[in-house]
């Protein structure tokens, strides 16, 4: 795996594959198919348009992360992937501060949260595109104030939309979770990506 430099760039043109993200928690993901891959920052705001829906924000943005590094990578299958929580409808961003992550696993104690993870495969060389949306639920089981307390304490989840770290304690907070495929939860589904991968010609099975 490589971070995007200058003489990377060029290595892109020979249909390399590219991550458009610097999130350490998708860079893990995708390095778990052990295909070699650059990363870059599509130096997007990620913002909803008015009366978007979520499903409808989270599709629109993945795909605009990929074509933003598009030109800087022509030869290139570029990767875009954007992601929500949403509890009763209502979008929830990352909390940030200690304060707003207990906040939000208090409203989410003993409910449905709901994740919504669009992802978008391009060929930068052709401007093809595949884009899915990869839905997850994770169910909490009732919180108590000390039990979220010492969570976030212990576990810092400020970076998370939905204030937890599925991959680590955060399971601890779960009943269950609902959906295909886990890593969606994590903010990049996999499944979904080798699929699409393989309809841009780039099978992490083959030889």
């Known amino acids: 795996m490589k971070t995007d430099s200058a003489p990377d760039a060029k290595a892109a043109a020979a249909r390399t594959l590219v991550l458009a993200s610097t999130s350490p928690y998708r860079r893990a993901l995708l390095a778990r198919l052990r295909y070699p891959f650059l990363t870059a920052s599509p130096g997007l705001e990620e913002v909803p348009e008015e009366g978007e829906s979520a499903v ?36 929830l961003g990352k909390p940030g501060t200690p304060e707003r992550a207990e906040r939000q696993l208090r409203e989410a104690s003993g409910r449905r949260l709901d994740f919504l993870t669009g992802l978008c495969v391009l060929d930068a060389a052709s401007g093809a595109a595949a884009t899915v949306c990869e839905p997850y639920a994770v169910h909490f089981r009732a919180l108590s104030d000390a039990e979220i307390t010492n969570y976030v304490r212990r576990e810092q989840p400020y970076d998370c939309a939905g204030s937890f770290k599925s991959e680590g304690l955060g399971v601890a907070l779960f009943e269950h979770m609902e959906g295909g495929d886990p890593t969606a939860l994590i903010g990049l589904p996999l499944i979904q990506l080798t699929r699409l991968l393989r309809q841009f010609g780039i099978d992490v099975l083959a030889s």
């Open 56 to 91: 409808r924000m989270v599709t629109r943005l993945a795909q605009a992360k990929a074509r933003a590094l598009a030109s800087r990578y022509p030869g290139a299958v570029i990767i875009g992937s954007d992601q929500v929580a949403v509890l009763d409808g209502v979008a």
